[in-house]
């Protein structure tokens, strides 16, 4: 008999559970969350600088929202994956599963082989997170995706500066008519330039497609490389801001990290 483990291929996780998801247009639904391990941006706002590096376990809720976890070594091969997320999908719970990280599109050649069976497993539609820099990992996974997120990084806020990759990452997703939205975070180094830069991007693409505005969160624990933690914006900031992006743009929505508020993963 094949063992579980032996000859499929295998992801970096960081865990595995079932939350309200805080951000973008699934705002307030049920997920279930599958964080990878590794990313290759440094964006100085990062709050989840522990999923730069491969840990060498990743903890797995047992229970929906119980918080049982329990740890498994890494890496983990593609049946064990869809096994525990199996076991996460108690019926009519979730809304979707989110693919988040880290950069989950590091994972595409797994992703490519996980996500269809998955999908046919438990029946929910797949929402991708992503930093919006990788347009040919994108493609690979592209027929298996119901609805994108992706960030346009301001190297003002970021420290990041991909601005022809996100070009492409979105008018792949807009082909695709898949559901797509656009999110910026925004300090009080915001560049009021890069902003306006953002919005004729999309709305190049299409002023149709939701952006959201969402304030930088003061970092607890600063992951920051070098400088200055981003401070979150003025009141008076995030107005003119949404101002400026709705002369190109039909949906300019400015929303923080709720499941912060809610005191969520
Ligand atoms: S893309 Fe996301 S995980 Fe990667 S450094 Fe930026 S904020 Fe952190």
């Keep these: 008999m094949k063992s579980k483990t032996a000859d499929y291929p295998t992801a970096r996780l960081i865990e595995v559970f079932s939350a309200i998801q805080g951000e973008g247009l ?3 639904t049920r997920q279930i969350f599958i964080r990878f391990a590794l990313c290759d941006l440094r964006c100085h706002f990062c709050d989840s600088a522990h999923t730069w590096d491969t840990p060498s376990s990743c903890r797995i809720e047992q229970t929906p929202g119980c918080r049982d976890f329990e740890t498994h070594s890494n890496p983990v091969s593609l049946p064990v994956l869809l096994e525990w997320v199996v ?9 979707s599963i989110s693919l988040t990280g880290g950069e989950p599109l590091l994972h595409a050649p797994f992703l490519e082989q996980f996500l269809p069976q998955v999908r046919q497993l438990t029946g929910l539609p797949i929402y991708l997170e992503t930093g919006g820099h990788r347009p040919e990992q994108l493609l690979m996974i592209l027929p298996y995706l119901d609805s994108v997120g992706m960030d346009i990084k301001l190297p003002s806020v970021s420290g990041e500066n991909h601005w022809q990759a996100h070009k492409e990452f979105l008018q792949h997703c807009y082909n695709a008519q898949i559901e797509v939205f656009v999110k910026i975070i925004l300090s009080q180094q915001t560049n009021s330039t890069e902003l306006e830069q953002a919005a004729e991007l999309v709305a190049a693409i299409s002023p149709k497609i939701p952006v959201f505005l969402q304030p930088v969160t003061p ?17 008076e900031q995030v107005l003119t801001w949404q101002a400026l992006m709705k002369h190109y743009l039909l949906q300019v929505r ?7 508020m809610l005191n969520q993963l």
């Design 26 to 28: 699934n705002v307030g």
């Design 87 to 95: 076991r996460q999908n108690h019926p009519a719970l979730h809304d």
């Design 219 to 235: 970092l607890e624990t600063p992951h920051y490389l070098g400088g200055a933690a981003p401070m979150p914006p003025s009141p």
């Design 254 to 260: 400015v929303v923080p990290q709720t499941h912060k």
